[in-house]
Nanobody
Framework: VQLQASGGGLVQAGGSLRLSCAAS????????MGWFRQAPGKEHEFVAA????????DYADSVKGRFTISRDNAENTVYLGMNSLKPEDTAVYSC???????????????WGQGTLVTVSS
């Protein structure tokens, strides 16, 4: 499975962005999908996950109520809507696919290249 993330950019605090992650080369609906982020000098951090059917989602406490993960299995794409962005949300955001699909970085087998989100104060 190949994953291509897009949609990052520079936004002011309080603004919004929507990230997309397009999948190819596999049966997208077989996989749970996750978004992780990595800020400079920090470890990968779980952001959100969605199960294969889109009926179950999970969020890190730091983004709950501000971010929304969704997927379109017909389009082989997972999305991350981000509202009320804060400077501390600045990071490289990566999408991931796995048969397990939880908050653990190691439960995902396939990774996209990441897209940079910069939130200015």
């Amino acid at each position: 499975v190949q994953l291509q993330a897009s949609g990052g950019g520079l936004v002011q605090a309080g603004g919004s962005l929507r990230l997309s992650c397009a999948a190819s080369g596999g049966i997208f609906s077989n996989y749970h999908m996750g978004w992780f982020r990595q800020a400079p000098g920090k470890e990968h951090e779980f952001v959100a996950a969605i199960n294969w059917s889109g009926t179950s989602t999970d969020y890190a406490d730091s983004v709950k109520g501000r971010f929304t993960i969704s997927r379109d299995n017909a389009e082989n794409t997972v999305y991350l809507g981000m509202n009320s962005l804060k400077p501390e949300d600045t990071a490289v955001y990566s999408c991931a696919a796995g048969l397990g699909g939880n908050r653990l970085y190691t439960s995902y087998s396939y990774w996209g290249q990441g897209t940079l989100v910069t939130v200015s104060s």
